[in-house]
């Protein structure tokens, strides 16, 4: 089993910054990809950005240049510095990752969200 742990959420206001923190545990034999969705009220989950254990980086086009995705695989923890925020931006960000639990095969792995607000 693997637990996603997400923090930093908050509020700020547009143009302002926040870096939230995935932070993964449990039996874990390795994670193969760290990513963050979000979801806002009445919309689809959507993909923000995620990365390989090996550095490669894959970002939503709404989010280029002014999100960073990065990771620390030796905490397993993945981060999401975001800069240059939007209204639009609010949302439920989660952590996704695809892991392999000790005894078993890839799967993916869902944190409980945290809610990121943009407002002035």
């Known amino acids: 089993q693997v637990q996603l742990v997400e923090s930093g959420g908050g509020l700020v206001q547009p143009g302002g910054s926040l870096r939230l923190s995935c932070a993964a545990s449990g039996s874990i034999f390795s994670i193969i990809v760290m990513g963050w969705y979000r979801q806002a009220p009445g919309k689809e989950r959507e993909l923000v950005a995620d990365?390989?254990?090996?550095?490669?980086?894959n970002y939503a086009e709404y989010v280029k240049g002014r999100f960073t995705i990065s990771r620390d695989n030796a905490k397993n923890m993945a981060f999401l510095q975001m800069n240059s925020l939007k209204p639009d931006d609010s949302a439920v960000y989660f952590c996704?990752?695809?892991?392999?639990?000790?005894?078993?095969?890839?799967?993916?792995?869902w944190g409980k969200g945290t809610l990121v607000t943009v407002s002035s």
């Open positions: 990365i390989t254990g090996s550095g490669s980086t």
């Open positions: 996704k990752v695809v892991a392999r639990p000790e005894g078993s095969y890839n799967r993916h792995f």
